[in-house]
């Protein structure tokens, strides 16, 4: 479970400014569906650990967070012919020490590195068969360490604030701090009072950002946790499911996980919010660590909320899971499972 080290590597208290939030608990969905994959034919076997893909007019972009020469690889899209690698790996000032989430915009890709504290801008080739590296946009000093990001527009980025003062940071085009939003929605005050930088690792969040209907997305990856703000009404809503809010203990000044893997990849389209989750509890992790028994790496279903958050449907896949890629005017998500030789697969949702 290579995932499960980094989550437990991550953990290492502050007052907290209470703003207004509407909370709502789930239990179900109204509809479930069992999906089976098809697997995507690649012509190239270079993937150690595919978390992400991404997909962009004509081209494809996989993140491969644990290959040892480069973090991204360049496709066609639909085909997936292979055409280059980028972000190569290493120390030097044109190398990238990690790699946390990726993002398309227009010409560019946007990739950041959290070892480096810096924002990559990847530019596209006059051949447009290669991403070459134009520029590193160092982050304000002020933020803890950036682990996703998303693009509200041209000139500024939303990064999860992980001090435990507030949720988010707002960042311009030159990497300085602009403002801070929000709070960690959590009902655990002792936390909020007394350790709340372990509370902000605990909540760590993957974030989506659709400026067409201005809705900004965020999934816990433990616990069972849904948050959602409308940036063009100043709403925020929190759903809460069976598996809570992200659950730690505090063991020498650090957070030491409990409760459930939660959410891996969140995705706001022009109707819904799509939400890899995993369900799986750290007891029975650690039970089947100690029994020798390693588990498939991912999780099993696809939830989808509306823009409100209201639980649309709940899909059960064949493969464990870990990044998507959701087409709706297709109809089909593609998806990443670093489990199988064959790390890319498609689910037909009609």
């Given amino acids: 479970m290579r995932m499960l080290l980094l989550i437990l590597l991550f953990f290492n208290a502050c007052s907290s400014h209470l703003s207004e939030w509407k909370e709502i608990v789930y239990e179900n969905f109204p509809q479930e569906k069992y999906l089976k994959s098809t697997i995507i034919e690649l012509d190239t076997a270079i993937f150690r650990y595919p978390f992400r893909v991404r997909i962009h007019k004509d081209k494809a972009v996989i993140l491969d ?16 012919t292979y055409l280059s690698s980028f972000g190569k790996k290493g120390e030097a000032p044109l190398e990238m020490l990690s790699a946390e989430n990726f993002l398309f915009d227009e010409q560019s890709v946007w990739a950041l590195d959290a070892g480096k504290s810096q924002l990559i801008r990847f530019e596209f080739a006059l051949t447009n068969d290669s991403l070459l590296y134009q520029e590193a946009v160092s982050l304000d000093k002020d933020l803890l360490r ?11 980025f939303i ?33 909020l009072k007394n350790a709340c930088s372990a509370l902000a690792q605990a909540w760590r969040s993957f ?41 730690f203990q505090i063991s020498q000044s650090y957070g030491v ?28 992790i650690t039970y089947n660590l100690q029994k020798g028994i390693e588990l498939p790496d991912g999780g099993r279903y696809i939830y989808v909320f509306s823009l409100e958050g209201e639980p649309l449907r709940k899909y059960v896949l064949d493969h464990y899971i870990y990044g998507i890629s959701v087409n709706e005017e297709k109809d089909i998500i593609l998806a990443t499972d670093v489990n199988k030789d064959e790390p890319l697969i498609e689910y037909k949702l009609n």
């Fill in 65 to 80: 967070l644990h290959n040892d020469a480069n973090f991204y690889h360049l496709f066609t899209y639909p085909e997936f």
């Fill in 146 to 156: 950036a682990l996703d990001f998303a693009q509200y527009n041209d000139s500024t």
């Fill in 159 to 191: 990064i999860p604030d992980y001090s435990g003062d507030n949720r988010f940071c707002w960042v311009n085009r030159q990497g300085k701090l602009l403002r801070k939003t929000g709070e960690i929605p959590s009902s655990n005050k002792e936390a």
């Fill in 207 to 247: 974030i989506d950002y659709n400026p067409r209907n201005g809705i900004l997305a965020a999934v816990t990856q433990l616990g069972e946790v849904l948050e959602i703000y409308n940036l063009k009404e100043g709403k925020h809503v929190v759903r809460i499911g069976p598996g809570g809010e992200p659950e």
């Fill in 257 to 284: 996980p409990t409760g459930i893997m939660g959410f891996s990849d969140v995705q706001v389209t022009d109707n819904a919010i799509y939400t890899v989750f995993h369900g799986r509890s750290f007891k029975e």
